[in-house]
């Protein structure tokens, strides 16, 4: 990567490390439906000039079921299932299961889509789940006011993440990044009007929820979808997918910061496995096999 690659990079994994802020602040105020709405929806709204071409106009209308697809499972499913984990859940912790998504895109694609798991992969994941189970053991309580649900939320968020990876991959490749970022965007923006405005909060949201809820369009989706498409342009995919693993250590950063969230010795140990988990299943991390030398025969 070059330098301008790398901070970019940098850069990236920071604005999606305060997404995880952003919600935490709003989410209690606006909701999780009706904060994704706003999302979604500034959003769209920015990222939509980049369409005003008659090619790429035309492929959103060839393409509108696709874009309809992957804008739900993508973008509104997940992020509202996140919205509703960190109702609960504190921000860092949040994003260390979301840095799971390789594992079930990894796992989905070699159950639906032919995609072959070599055999260090199954160790990553096996690492990885570990590394959830320590970071969640002693939370999964599943009685009325526990975490078990919200926790499940985040790990539901990471398998839509993984379903509408492999979908793209198999179905949109073909497409531009630009149709697919703004295009899919602005279908998330449709999907979420209805129910959005009915749950919308009766009671008056403050300026903060708003500063917030604006970041999180504005700058961890708006900008950082920018960002994402152009490092995956100019460094390749493989270079790009690092950012997995700069995201939860920058949430859990900004979380102590702005927040005051706690960094126990459980969370840097779960993070620690489930992060080499994730590396060794997504290929950035190799294990070497040791070369068996033949005895010559006397």
């Known amino acids: 990567m070059s330098p301008a690659d790398t901070l970019r990079l940098i850069l990236l994994s ?3 490390g305060m997404s995880f802020i952003f919600m935490r602040v709003a989410v209690p105020e606006f909701g999780p439906v009706p904060l994704i709405l706003v999302r979604m929806g500034v959003g769209a709204l920015l990222l939509i000039p980049l369409l005003l071409s008659l090619r790429y106009l035309k492929l959103v209308w060839e393409n509108k079921g696709g874009l309809l697809l992957l804008g739900l499972v993508n973008h509104v499913l997940p992020f509202v299932l996140l919205a509703l984990a960190t109702v609960r859940l504190e921000a860092g912790f949040t994003s260390l299961i979301n840095a799971t998504t390789p594992i079930f895109t990894a796992l989905l694609g070699a159950l639906f889509f032919t995609t072959p798991v070599q055999r260090q992969q199954y160790l990553g994941l096996a690492l990885a789940f570990i590394g959830v189970y320590v970071l969640s053991a002693n939370r999964l309580d599943f009685a009325l006011g526990g975490d078990g649900w919200f926790i499940l939320s ?3 968020a990471t398998f839509c993440y993984g379903a509408a990876s492999n979908y793209s991959k198999t179905y949109l490749s073909h497409l531009p990044v630009r149709v697919l ?3 899919s965007t602005a279908m998330s ?5 209805i129910p959005g405005l009915l749950l ?3 009671e008056p949201i403050s300026g903060l929820a708003w500063a917030n809820g604006l970041g999180l369009a504005v700058f961890s989706t708006t900008v950082a979808f920018l960002l994402y498409f152009g490092l995956i342009s100019s460094a390749g995919a493989t270079a790009t997918s690092t950012v997995t693993f700069l995201v939860p250590v920058s949430a859990l950063l900004w979380g102590y910061l702005l927040l005051g969230e706690r960094l126990s010795m459980q969370i840097l140990v779960g993070m620690a496995i489930t992060l080499v988990g994730t590396a060794v299943a997504t290929g950035i991390l190799r294990l070497r096999r040791r070369r068996v030398i033949p005895t010559q025969e006397q």
């Open 14 to 16: 920071s604005l999606w």
């Open 154 to 156: 985040a790990l539901g």
């Open 181 to 183: 970022a703004a295009g």
């Open 189 to 193: 923006a449709l999907i979420l009007l």
């Open 200 to 202: 919308w909060p009766t």
